[in-house]
């Protein structure tokens, strides 16, 4: 199984910014699918998460600003970030569970200036 993630970079406060993450090869039944991020000095926390029957989870620092969706037909997993703060500032991961195993993208970095 392999995860990519695009669309990090850079943003001004209160702009917004759109990641994706496609999931590729023996994925068989998916579980579930989430971001997560991880910010300098911290411990990676979950961002939101979907799982396959559509149950959605936020965490509440993001809760009103991000979205996450998910296209089944083409593994594709989105992170609609809007109203962007600085303490959005982390590199996010893609997580993938199929069949009770995680996987993970390789992260990409959204910097958010002050």
């Known amino acids: 199984v392999h995860l990519v993630e695009s669309g990090g970079g850079l943003a001004q406060t209160g702009e917004s910014l759109r990641l994706s993450c496609t999931a590729s090869g023996d994925i068989g039944s998916i579980n579930s699918m989430a971001w997560y991020r991880q910010a300098p000095g911290r411990q990676r926390e979950l961002v939101a998460s979907?799982?396959?029957?559509?149950?959605?989870n936020c965490a509440d620092s993001v809760k009103g600003r991000f979205t996450i969706s998910r296209i089944k037909a083409m593994n594709t997993m989105y992170l609609q970030m809007n109203s962007l703060k600085h303490e959005d500032t982390a590199v996010y991961y893609c997580?993938?569970?199929?069949?009770?195993?995680?996987?993970w993208g390789q992260g990409t970095r959204v910097t958010v200036l002050p």
């Open positions: 997580q993938l569970v199929v069949a009770g195993e995680d996987y």
């Open positions: 979907i799982a396959d029957g559509g149950t959605i």
